[in-house]
């Protein structure tokens, strides 16, 4: 065989090579891109996967007066990651989802977040999610803790029970006017585990919330969102503790009330917000009826909690509303940061909250917060937020405090 036959017989050989190499269906062709975090998707549409992530750090400062807070160990500072996750979720043949979120580290603890499969667009009942999720109950406890306004979520948060193992139905009606969610939870721990091997004694909740948009403007620069929530909770092993510190992670919970005997409670949370451009307006009331003993009618106990909030943004952007789950989403400047050319968006905050939990117990019965903060959006993936907070406390004695905080948050 001579060079040039050889030549030949080696080209029809490679092509017939690439030729016969099998088509891998499950692997189509791909695009990147970027929509808060980094995203593959295929060019049918029925494939889509997502890298997303956080890290939140913040430095505090504590000024603590008066016996109530000196003997709960009063504090003068501390540094902190407070938030660190990595979140991956899918898409698939558009009508499947997962998501899996993992936290790394709060308060030097890992633990899973959203663990969760999703069947989409169901017929006449919208879409259903089962695994490790948020209850759906208050508007700020349903905001994603990257877009949420202040360092942390208000006071009201104490009677929400954080993450469970249940599933939820969620869907929007009315051209998105209007949204509804129900769902049922098993009280487990943050690895998603059942806290105890008797059934009979676990605790369950029973939630849902329904949002309404009587105004919708500009597509979302103006309008009036009200909300309602409901939850009926079966006490753990018939016990309940709530305790909630003055809007700062690492602070004391000053409002503690330890874990009492009870066998169930019934949460109410009405919300309101209101958005007009560069200003929002944002509240909500929760009441708690803790029924201590079932077989004596009467012997309840009502906790409470309330909040008022406003910003206004001083370059012009405005809150972002989704209205398909009815929550407040990213904030998106109207140009980025760039240095000697744009500022971003600047946003000046203050915020009231109000909790009163009145039972025996070393922490302050009634607690109220006066926040003032402001938020540097550089752009929508990147904020520094510094907060100043006021906190009274009230219980046999007057006592108060002054917490201030620097808060640097990434989102990719």
């Not at 936290?103 to 919208?126: A, C, H, M, T, W």
């Not at 998105?176 to 129900?182: D, G, L, M």
């Not at 070393?362 to 100043?388: A, H, R």
């Amino acid at each position: 065989m001579s060079h040039a036959e050889g030549l030949k017989y080696n080209d029809f050989a490679k092509k017939e090579t690439i030729k016969n190499i099998p088509r891998l269906k499950f692997l189509p062709q791909t695009r990147v891109d970027w929509d808060e975090g980094l995203q593959l998707k295929s060019e049918d549409g029925n494939f889509k996967l997502k890298l997303d992530g956080r890290i939140m750090r913040k430095r505090c400062w504590f000024d603590e007066y008066n016996d109530i807070f000196r003997s709960i160990e009063g504090q003068s500072g501390k540094t902190e990651f407070n938030r660190a996750s990595l979140n991956l979720s899918s898409e698939i043949y558009k009508n499947t989802e997962f998501t899996a979120q993992y936290n790394f580290n709060l308060g030097g603890r890992q633990s899973f977040n959203d663990v969760y499969i999703e069947l989409k667009k169901i017929p006449f009942l919208g879409n259903f999610r089962v695994g490790h999720l948020k209850e759906p109950f208050s508007l700020e406890y349903q905001t994603s803790s990257k877009h949420v306004t202040f360092l942390e979520k208000n006071l009201n948060n104490v009677f929400t029970q954080s993450r469970n193992i249940g599933f939820v139905l969620y869907n929007h009606i009315l051209e998105k006017r209007v949204t509804w969610t129900a769902d049922v939870f098993r009280i487990t721990d943050d690895s998603g585990d059942s806290k105890s091997d008797r059934t009979s004694e676990d605790g369950y909740s029973f939630s849902g919330r329904i949002t309404g948009l009587p105004m919708y403007k500009d597509h979302g620069k103006k309008l009036v969102h009200t909300g309602f929530s409901y939850s009926y909770k079966n006490a753990f092993e018939n016990k309940f503790s709530f305790g909630s510190s003055q809007e700062f992670h690492p602070a004391d919970d000053y409002g503690d009330r330890g874990e009492f005997a009870a066998e169930s409670a019934h949460l109410l949370n009405p919300e309101l917000t209101v958005i007009y451009g560069p200003f929002s307006l944002q509240s909500e009331y929760t009441f708690a009826n803790i029924n201590f003993d079932r077989d004596t009618p009467g012997h309840d106990l009502n906790f409470t909690g309330f909040n008022i909030s406003g910003s206004y943004f001083l370059t012009g952007a405005h809150n972002k509303y989704d209205r398909e789950t009815g929550k407040l989403v990213h904030v998106m400047p109207n140009k980025n940061f760039y240095w000697g050319e744009n500022i971003g968006a600047i946003e000046l905050t203050a915020r009231y909250s109000e909790l009163d939990l009145p039972y025996k117990s070393p922490g302050c019965e009634k607690l109220s917060d006066t926040t003032l903060g402001i938020n540097w959006y550089l752009n929508q993936n990147t904020k520094i937020v510094f907060n100043y907070v006021y906190a009274d406390g009230r219980r046999l004695k007057d006592g108060d405090g002054e917490l201030a905080a620097m808060h640097f948050n990434i989102n990719f």
